[in-house]
């Protein structure tokens, strides 16, 4: 789901590995999933960006945080909240961009071993100066069975 706030619009895009590159594209592999196995779970999260060129000239704080179906931060292996806080600088208006076509930019990160419960749902939450922009939705399978020694 997609919440433009005013000059600014962003996508999430799951995947199993993302990569920014400094010319602004996004590099994914297994990209646009709904569902990853429980347990352990390591994944990318892209998320692409477009600005309006009136808000490139100021920095913007955002917020990608991952939430359970009941709204509640999910912890990493240690424990602590999956919250990821940064600053955009702002940023001078490229060489020949046309005058009034938004900038895209693009964001990647990658989460390891989370610690995912069988058959739930969760979100992740990308908010930019406060404002929540996008919320993606994903979901765990159920546990596989377990084998019986015999």
Known sequence: MINPMA????????????????DGKLHMIGAHWSFINPG????????TLEVDQSEMVKPHSFELVLRDADGHLVNDPMGNPVRINGTAPPQTHPPDHPAGMPVKAALAFNLAGLPLQPSSRYQLVFTVDNASMVVEDFSTRAAPPQLKAS
């Open 7 to 22: 000059g600014i619009s962003a996508r999430i895009i799951l995947c199993d590995y993302a990569q920014a590159s400094p």
């Open 40 to 47: 352990a779970a390591s994944f990318g999260i892209g998320i």
